[in-house]
């Protein structure tokens, strides 16, 4: 069975960061696509990054292109969503996904429980 565990959210101001990680098994972690989706309260969920696991090339969305990065530490069996420039607009349950690929969320197969991320001043 897939576990992916999410962790670093948080609130913050405007302006600033957070740092998003999501843990799974090496199996799961070496062998699949990894994304980032959100869903903000009565939205749908969106999606928001995805790395590639062949040669690691990434896919952001417009609304978090350049204040956004996803990366991998293989060592940990990890990967991370960076979250700079923060905008209120950015407040939202954030889903870690594998086994997928696309920006449609049912294209991918398994996901974390979600971390809260508010960005209030």
């Known amino acids: 069975q897939v576990q992916l565990v999410e962790s670093g959210g948080g609130l913050v101001q405007p302006g600033g960061s957070l740092r998003l990680s999501c843990t799974t098994s090496?199996?799961?972690?070496?062998?699949?696509?990894m994304g980032w989706f959100r869903q903000a309260p009565g939205k749908e969920r969106e999606f928001v990054a995805a790395l590639n696991w062949v040669g690691g090339a990434a896919d952001y969305a417009d609304s978090v292109k350049g204040r956004f990065t996803i990366s991998r530490d293989m060592t940990k069996n990890t990967m991370y969503l960076e979250m700079n420039r923060l905008k209120l607009e950015d407040t939202a349950v954030y889903y870690c996904?594998?086994?997928?690929?696309?920006?449609?969320?049912?294209?991918?197969?398994?996901w974390g429980q979600g971390t809260q991320v508010t960005v209030s001043s």
């Open positions: 996904a594998a086994a997928g690929w696309g920006r449609i969320s049912n294209a991918w197969n398994y």
């Open positions: 090496v199996r799961t972690f070496i062998s699949n696509n």
